[in-house]
């Protein structure tokens, strides 16, 4: 069981990567921002434990798991500032024009890394040191960022700052005349968003052990976004399950392929050709499940029977009495 395990580790690793990515988009959500800057910010979180694992740190041997809570650290603090900039710079941009301008900071974030010297030009960093010995060892940093993100998006959605991003999401006009600060709660959720990015970027540099421009691209911004809208985008738990799934399912049809009873042909199809029944489906659940897998309502009428609230099958409501003069 345990070799099992460790032989599928790598897409266990990105499958939780995949929903703390989803996160990291679904923060800027609440507050109605549209961004896809997550991979740039990914891609600088990756940036930073590359440089930092290969040039400044020296180590021989295992490399130390407090050096990756360091880069942790810093790649929280650049992928903040830097997110605060493009924020303050975004701010009177709204829905698609906003989606746009965050897809041109990923793309001249990847030319400029592309560029740079320091990030290993059109190459990238290789050899990035290993904190594990395994791929499966990796959740022990994953797992744990996924819950505390999981978790502290579950308690924002329930204090004042949560209710001010809801506000601003719901109707920027009527949020203003109430006092609520759109200038705060936009950047505050874009700045959220980015540190998100960038600490799941440090890991899987580690990971991967190699790290290039080609993290920042507008396929990964159109990806993680699918994980947002496909999971449910009202609720914290869809982008979460959307990235589980949406990050499983190509390993899933691939791994189908290799069952005997398959005519050859579809066979082959599950294995070059997945990405279109990929896309199939995912055009599907956007057909029949518009607001998601994961609603509100449904995690409502669940609550409902968990409790034994609901009502028994053929029950009608009774109409209220009329008042009487």
Same mark, same amino acid.
């Given at each position: 069981?345990?070799?099992?395990?460790?032989?599928?580790?790598?897409?266990?690793?990105?499958?939780?990567?995949?929903?703390?990515?989803?996160?990291?988009?679904?923060?800027?959500?609440?507050?109605?921002?549209?961004?896809?800057?997550?991979?740039?910010?990914?891609?600088?979180?990756?940036?930073?434990?590359?440089?930092?694992?290969?040039?400044?740190?020296?180590?021989?041997?295992?490399?130390?798991?407090?050096?990756?809570?360091?880069?942790?650290?810093? #790649?929280? &603090? *650049?992928? %903040? $500032? +830097? =997110?605060?900039?493009? @924020?303050?710079? !975004?701010?009177?941009?709204?829905?698609?024009?906003?989606?746009?301008?965050?897809?041109?900071?990923?793309?001249?974030?990847?030319?400029?890394?592309?560029?740079?010297?320091?990030?290993?030009?059109?190459?990238?960093?290789?050899?990035?040191?290993?904190?594990?010995?395994?791929?499966?060892?990796?959740?022990?940093?994953?797992?744990?960022?996924?819950?505390?993100?999981?978790?502290?998006?579950?308690?924002?959605?329930?204090?004042?700052?949560?209710?001010?991003?809801?506000?601003?999401?719901?109707?920027?006009?009527?949020?203003?005349?109430?006092?609520?600060?759109?200038?705060?709660?936009?950047?505050? #959720?874009? &700045? *959220?968003? %980015? $540190? +998100? =990015?960038?600490?799941? @970027?440090?890991? !899987?540099?580690?990971?991967?052990?190699?790290?290039?421009?080609?993290?920042?691209?507008?396929?990964?911004?159109?990806?993680?976004?699918?994980?947002?809208?496909?999971?449910?985008?009202?609720?914290?738990?869809?982008?979460?399950?959307?990235?589980?799934?949406?990050?499983?399912?190509?390993?899933?049809?691939?791994?189908?392929?290799?069952?005997?009873?398959?005519?050859?042909?579809?066979?082959?199809?599950?294995?070059?050709?997945?990405?279109?029944?990929?896309?199939?489906?995912?055009?599907?659940?956007?057909?029949?499940?518009?607001?998601?897998?994961?609603?509100?309502?449904?995690?409502?009428?669940?609550?409902?029977?968990?409790? %034994?609230?609901?009502?028994?099958?053929?029950?009608?409501?009774?109409?209220?009495?009329?008042?009487?003069?």
């Amino acid at each position: 069981m345990l070799d099992f395990l460790n032989s599928q580790g790598t897409i266990y690793v990105s499958m939780v990567l995949g929903a703390v990515l989803g996160l990291s988009l679904y923060l800027p959500l609440l507050a109605g921002q549209l961004s896809l800057a997550s991979p740039g910010f990914y891609a600088l979180g990756g940036f930073v434990a590359a440089v930092m694992s290969t040039k400044t740190f020296d180590v021989e041997g295992t490399y130390p798991v407090y050096l990756v809570l360091v880069e942790f650290v810093v #790649a929280a &603090v *650049l992928c %903040g $500032v +830097l =997110a605060f900039i493009v @924020g303050l710079a !975004a701010l009177r941009l709204t829905g698609i024009y906003l989606a746009l301008a965050t897809i041109a900071f990923v793309e001249v974030l990847r030319v400029f890394t592309l560029n740079l010297e320091l990030t290993g030009g059109a190459v990238g960093i290789f050899a990035i040191p290993q904190p594990f010995g395994t791929q499966l060892s990796y959740l022990w940093l994953a797992g744990p960022l996924l819950i505390a993100a999981a978790l502290f998006t579950w308690r924002l959605e329930k204090v004042r700052v949560g209710w001010a991003f809801a506000a601003v999401r719901e109707d920027e006009l009527a949020a203003a005349s109430m006092g609520v600060d759109l200038t705060r709660a936009k950047i505050t #959720a874009f &700045v *959220l968003g %980015g $540190v +998100l =990015a960038g600490l799941a @970027g440090v890991i !899987a540099a580690h990971q991967i052990n190699t790290w290039s421009h080609r993290q920042a691209s507008f396929d990964a911004s159109i990806a993680y976004l699918a994980f947002v809208l496909i999971g449910g985008s009202r609720t914290f738990l869809g982008p979460v399950a959307g990235g589980l799934f949406l990050t499983y399912l190509p390993e899933w049809l691939r791994e189908q392929a290799k069952h005997e009873f398959w005519p050859t042909w579809a066979a082959e199809f599950l294995r070059t050709g997945r990405f279109i029944l990929y896309g199939v489906l995912l055009a599907a659940s956007c057909v029949f499940f518009p607001r998601g897998l994961i609603t509100p309502e449904l995690l409502g009428r669940i609550k409902r029977i968990g409790r %034994g609230g609901g009502r028994p099958r053929g029950e009608q409501l009774q109409p209220e009495p009329e008042a009487v003069a």
